[in-house]
């Protein structure tokens, strides 16, 4: 990457390079894609309109662990209901999507 060009960088000796903080935020954090918020109308359409943490780990063949750090990167409400937690079908669908298309 340095090579390329894509990272700036300080070389001070044959071993010694030194890459800005900065450049390496911006490369890690640019890829980041906002998803809009879902609006739910009433407490009967969330629960109708949602999926429970398993049966999304089930229908995307995902670890509990993966699912809820997507969730927390790209703040995404839950809602408890009793002892299931529930997650927007809609919102999923799209956050799994892309990131369908960011990794091909």
Do not use: H
């Not at 000796?13 to 890690?28: A, G, M, P, W």
């Not at 906002?34 to 109308?41: G, L, R």
């Not at 408890?80 to 298309?101: A, D």
């Amino acid at each position: 990457m340095i090579k390329k060009g894509k990272l700036s960088s300080i070389n001070f000796s044959q071993r010694k390079t030194r890459v800005f903080k900065e450049e390496i935020e911006k490369l890690l954090y640019q890829n980041k894609t906002e998803i809009e918020p879902f609006i739910f109308k009433d407490e009967d359409t969330k629960i109708k309109n949602c999926w429970t943490i398993n049966e999304i780990i089930n229908l995307y063949k995902i670890s509990a662990s993966a699912l809820y750090n997507k969730l927390k990167i790209y703040n995404i409400i839950k809602i408890k209901k009793g002892k299931s937690v529930y997650v927007s079908k809609e919102i999923i669908r799209r956050l799994f999507n892309t990131v369908i298309k960011n990794n091909n």
